[in-house]
């Protein structure tokens, strides 16, 4: 692998693993979240891909970095703290349980890989790529990051034929998947517990999260009360189920706590949806021309989208980019999309809710003064949860009394604390006008809409005047 260095990362480069696996002489990385993070031969032959280099080229949080400057981390550094806490789990419960349990070599290196490259699917500015950019070009086609990553984990081993067997590549493909809506019947019943490790699709608890919540709290400058060392050490397998320890109930409820507060303060901050609204449209303006969506079809052409594909399109010369390349010079310039306001959806109407459109907002102007067109406005609905939409993600958690015991059970809300939450989804609409001289009229719209739907206004308060005076001062 060579000698590797970065802003957070530096790789050095001893011999590979010996017999007796003493980590003083195993290649290693230095993470600045978990420190050294020792890398086994087989996980070595995938990182040094250009397949799985590509995530040096993917920000973990997209262009969060453009609101909070220290979130320049990547979807690389990342995998290594998954692949590494992948690691840590099956080895404690190996140790702790191991001949109970019957976890052998295979189980452990197959769980570390399934870390390694759960995300090496994963597609350009975080999660905007597959949720807003695909969407509107794939006329209701469902596509996900998790279906390439198993695409790109076949594509990888036989490019660079790796000696991997097509049980373990099965196996990790699974465990990938495990947590989507695309998830693939277990190819064995037995030992369960492993697919709960690192995309756990019973309750939402895996090192996936422990990784990113701690590492993109740390890069934005956040405070992180949440430890997950704590629920690590002490988790324990019954009957086929990871469980924890009934008086870790409250810190299991902190690590979703924490998830959503993340959502609320850093991933759906009103600018950093004002630019990813921005870079939506510089996509799609660009796609007819790029053919960017097309990528998703084949992984040999797909490994070569990251995000990248930004500076392509700024400093590409032809003329059918030049919208695309607009848009992005009036990020660069922060002549961003004007937030106008927001609004918190009933509780009484989450269940029936369906997402606000640009359209819904141009059709709630009143008649006289400026025209507003449904491309002069920009929505956001960003949807805020504790990882189970509107139920109780603690309600799909075992918990176990204490080591001595061999019953699982789940812990009702009531029986911990009156303080909990009693609901467990927020959906959050920002409208933005896409021209400055434009927000009174669309804020104007906005709560004409609201009284519409709700009877009342729902946002907080009136839109401040400081941003309608600009609109005020362009008509006089």
């Not at 957070?8 to 993070?37: C, E, M, T, Y």
């Not at 262009?63 to 806490?85: C, D, K, N």
Request: proline letters at 3%; charged letters at 30%; a negative charge.
């Amino acid at each position: 692998m060579g000698a590797y260095c970065n802003e957070n990362l530096s790789f050095s480069s001893p011999a590979n693993l010996s017999p007796s696996h003493d980590l003083r002489l195993s290649k290693h990385v230095h993470d600045n979240v978990h420190g050294n993070i020792y890398l086994d031969p087989i996980s070595l032959k995938f990182i040094d891909t250009e397949e799985f280099q590509r995530l040096r080229e993917l920000k973990q949080l997209g262009i969060t970095h453009l609101v909070y400057p220290g979130a320049v981390h990547s979807r690389f550094e990342h995998s290594l703290g998954v692949y590494w806490l992948a690691g840590e789990a099956i080895q404690k419960l190996k140790t702790y349980q191991g001949l109970e349990l019957g976890i052998d070599p295979f189980d452990v290196q197959t769980v570390k890989i399934a870390g390694l490259l759960h995300d090496v699917g994963h597609g350009p500015f975080s999660h905007l790529f597959e949720s807003e950019f695909l969407p509107r070009v794939l006329n209701g086609f469902k596509w996900a990051h998790e279906q390439m990553s198993a695409k790109l984990i076949d594509h990888i081993v036989d490019e660079h034929h790796i000696d991997v067997g097509s049980e373990m590549i099965k196996r990790v493909k699974e465990m990938v998947l495990a947590s989507s809506e695309f998830a693939l019947p277990k190819s064995v019943k037995e030992k369960q517990f492993l697919y709960d490790i690192v995309a756990n699709g019973r309750n939402g608890i895996d090192v996936d999260k422990f990784d990113y919540i701690v590492r993109d709290s740390r890069a934005c400058g956040l405070g992180c009360s949440f430890d997950f060392h704590r629920l690590m050490e002490t988790m324990r397998v019954v009957g086929d189920e990871i469980c924890y320890r009934a008086k870790d109930y409250l810190s299991i409820h902190k690590l979703f706590a924490t998830r959503a507060d993340l959502y609320r303060t850093v991933y759906t901050h009103s600018k950093v949806k004002a630019i990813e609204l921005m870079v939506v449209d510089a996509l799609l303006k660009a796609n007819s021309y790029l053919e960017i969506s097309s990528a998703i079809q084949d992984p040999s052409e797909y490994w070569k989208l990251d995000d990248t594909i930004l500076k392509t399109i700024e400093t590409a010369p032809d003329k059918e980019l030049q919208e695309s390349k607009d848009l992005i010079l009036r990020i660069r310039r922060r002549n961003l999309y004007q937030f106008c306001n927001e609004y918190s959806v009933p509780k009484d109407k989450l269940e029936h809710f369906k997402n606000v459109t640009a359209k819904d907002i141009a059709c709630s102007q009143k008649n006289g003064g400026v025209m507003l067109k449904e491309e002069d406005i920009a929505v956001s609905n960003a949807r805020i949860d504790l990882t189970r939409g509107r139920q109780n993600p603690l309600e799909s958690i075992n918990f176990f009394k204490d080591y001595e015991s061999e019953e699982k059970f789940a812990i009702p809300d009531d029986r911990v604390s009156h303080l909990l939450p009693t609901s467990y989804q927020d959906m959050i609409v920002r409208v933005y006008a896409k021209k400055p001289e434009l927000v009174a009229a669309v804020s104007e719209a906005f709560e004409n809409f609201q009284l519409k739907m709700y009877g009342l206004k729902a946002q907080v308060h009136a839109t401040p005047k400081k941003k309608t005076r600009v609109s005020e001062v362009t008509f006089r």
